[in-house]
Every structure is written in C-alpha cells, then in structure tokens.
C-alpha cells in the first residue's frame, strides 16, 4: 500500500485562503489544534472561516495550522469509501459562502513516521529551553512512514508530526476520479 501526505495545492490562480478555525460563528474562541489530535471533537455552535485571501472556492484546502475545509462532494465520496470511522465532517461557515462546509477531522493518529527514510529528522532537545516538546519531532524534512505500522487506516496524522494529513492510496485516486479541486499529493 501506498501513502501520500494530501495538501492543498497553493499554485491555483484566483484561489482563496482561509483563516484558521479559532472562533465561532458568535465570536467564541476555540481551540484550533483539536482538529490534530485523532479525537472526536465537540463544540457549541460551528467554527466560522474568515477570508485571509477572496478567491475562488475549492473542494478541499487548508486552512491556517493544516485544518482541511471539504464540501459536500468530498464528504459525498468519503461516505461512498465507508470512512465514517476514520473522519469526522464538522459543520462549519465559510464567510461570504452560503454553501455548506466541513472541517476534516481525521480520527487517527498513527506512530509510523521512519526516522531512518526521512530525508532530515531533527528533535527536541533540552537546550531548546521547551520541556513541553522535549524528545518530540521539531521537523522532518522529506517525510517518509513505515506502511508495516499502518495497518487498514485510509487517512490519519502521523504522531509527532500532525502537520500532515496522510492519506491511502484508495483516496488518493478516488480524488482524483472525482475531480476533487485544490488536492496536491506527496508520496510519503
């Protein structure tokens, strides 16, 4: 099996960006890096998505911190592959959209990076003065995982790493087959 980091791909012309989902539609902070954790999450009313750029709507992007935004068609196609175990699809409002909108959230969070395939790996170390981050991944240059650690997980963060968003090969092409815009994939 095959893996690929799913970004979106930023060399659209005309395209939007979005802000990172910190507020509510009543103004409400929440916290944006519950999207990452591979938890279900549970909020009062849906998150709002400011316009850091107008442009053209896609079907998936990445908003601020990595947070997927979808439309119904690729909620559509991830019911269609039987995910509802693997995702949560958050109501969310696009400022400016009357569309409905959903925040990805990918409920698994797998440890398979393969420090040894990575191009660069580099850690957390006590004289970073981070005791929070401490033995953590700082960065990773060329991320590669360990397919062997995967099991039959079709998307997922890797555990250290939730900047990306992994998914299967079965995905990738479904995208593709579907037409799904703003998609960009990294073999991993």
């Known amino acids: 099996m095959r893996y690929f980091d799913l970004c979106d791909d930023l060399y659209i012309a005309g395209r939007w960006h979005l802000s990172t989902p910190d507020v509510d539609v009543h103004g409400r902070e929440i916290d944006p890096w519950q999207f990452k954790a591979g938890d279900v999450v549970k909020l009062e009313s849906a998150p709002l998505l400011r316009m ?10 990445l908003t601020g911190l990595t947070v997927p935004l979808v439309n119904d068609r690729v909620v559509s196609l991830f019911g269609r592959l039987g995910l509802e175990q693997e995702v949560q699809f958050i109501p969310t409002r696009v400022e400016g959209f009357s569309e409905p909108y959903f925040l990805l959230n990918a409920l698994r969070v797998i440890r398979c990076i393969d420090d040894d395939r990575c191009e660069e790996v580099l850690y957390w170390h006590p004289e ?38 992994i998914v299967s090969e079965r995905i990738k092409l479904a995208m593709e087959d579907a037409g799904i815009t703003g998609t960009e994939f990294t073999e991993v």
């Open 128 to 165: 970073d003065n981070r005791p929070d981050k401490l033995g953590q991944y700082r960065d990773i240059s060329n991320l590669r995982v360990d397919p062997a650690k995967i099991g039959d997980s079709n998307i997922f963060r890797p555990w250290g790493w939730t900047v990306a968003l």
């Open 52 to 61: 850091v750029r107008p442009g053209s709507a896609l079907d998936f992007s």
